[in-house]
């Protein structure tokens, strides 16, 4: 029913920003839940971060608090994470993702994009 596309991605050095995308097509999802995750090379994915549908509540992993924003806008169907003052560790894949039921559980997901961050 939703189709999610992340763009914004690229190569940046330490210390600079990036403003990632997430575009949705078909359905609105507009009122659900959604997510950014990210996965290194030979880690696990961790989900860097959410807001419910509602906004009311925004949560981030520790490592990015403070310098990375989750937001959406309605109009455009499309979900932003601005990212700042980024790490070589932030490099990963970077995907969005959406919940439809309420239940921390994503299954819509986009096909990521790539950051990476050099020293």
């Known amino acids: 029913q939703v189709n999610l596309v992340e763009s914004g991605g690229g190569l940046v050095q330490a210390g600079g920003s990036l403003r990632l995308s997430c575009a949705a097509s078909?359905?609105?999802?507009?009122?659900?839940?959604v997510a950014w995750f990210r996965q290194a090379p030979g880690k696990e994915r961790e989900r860097v971060a959410a807001?419910?549908?509602?906004?009311?509540?925004?949560d981030y992993i520790d490592s990015v608090k403070g310098r990375s924003t989750i937001s959406r806008d309605n109009v455009k169907n499309t979900v932003y994470l601005q990212m700042n003052s980024l790490k070589p560790e932030d490099t990963a894949v970077y995907y969005c993702?959406?919940?439809?039921?309420?239940?921390?559980?994503?299954?819509?997901w986009g096909q990521g994009t790539q950051v990476t961050v050099s020293s």
């Open positions: 993702a959406a919940d439809p039921t309420s239940s921390s559980t994503y299954t819509y």
């Open positions: 078909g359905r609105s999802f507009n009122n659900y839940a």
């Open positions: 807001m419910p549908y509602n906004g009311a509540y925004i």
